[in-house]
């Protein structure tokens, strides 16, 4: 793992139904690749669009099970997903995914 050189975006945090009626309340932050521009062809910024990406969570997560989700190897299985996902919309713009906020109920 090498020393993050771009911008992190991160996601509105949000619940989200599992199997079982649990629940997870999850945050996520991109890592953006460092040549990622966030300013339009005027010089004015303009913000990343998140919707997708949440979105992509949204999906990804919704009716997992929560023992699925309850070890290690399980969250990165599925952050792997979640990274794969992005890549139809976002290309190689998205480096990494976080997990900033992971509770289950």
């Known amino acids: ?13 949000f619940n989200l139904n599992l199997a079982g009626g649990r629940y997870l309340r999850i945050a996520v932050a991109l890592g953006l690749d460092e040549h990622v521009e ?9 913000e990343l669009r998140t919707a997708p990406a949440s979105d992509i969570v949204l999906t990804t997560f919704s009716g997992m099970e929560m023992m699925e989700l309850a070890t290690i ?9 979640l ?14 995914v976080y997990f900033t906020e992971f509770v289950m109920q």
């Open 38 to 46: 966030l300013v339009d062809s005027h010089g004015k910024a303009v």
């Open 73 to 81: 190897e399980g969250r990165e299985k599925a952050k792997q997903h």
């Open 83 to 96: 990274e794969e996902s992005l890549v139809p919309f976002y290309g190689e713009d998205v480096v990494a």
């Open 1 to 13: 793992a090498g020393v993050l050189r771009g911008l992190v975006a991160s996601l509105v945090p």
